[in-house]
């Protein structure tokens, strides 16, 4: 299941492209890629495209901004 609804009615995105999490982050599509191959970030093949679950995004910020931004 990619969408779930999320108790207003509205779905919440499970996955995100490579293109919509670099426009979130306000860093370029390369620096996403960099993320995924230093697994920083994880991420999913589903039709033949890489898809970031919202809980990756979601470790990734919680481990970078509690410990002042160290990668």
Do not use: D, W
Not at 7 to 13: A, F, I, L, Q, T
Not at 18 to 23: G, M, N, S
Request: hydrophobic share 35%; net charge positive.
């Amino acid at each position: 299941m990619l969408n779930r609804p999320n108790g207003s009615g509205r779905v919440e995105r499970l996955f995100y492209s490579v293109p919509e999490v670099a426009e979130m982050f306000g860093v370029c599509e390369k620096s996403v890629y960099r993320l995924l191959e230093r697994g920083l970030l994880q991420s999913s093949n589903a039709l033949r495209h890489k898809r970031i679950p919202r809980s990756s995004l979601e470790s990734f910020m919680a481990k970078t901004v509690n410990n002042g931004g160290g990668l």
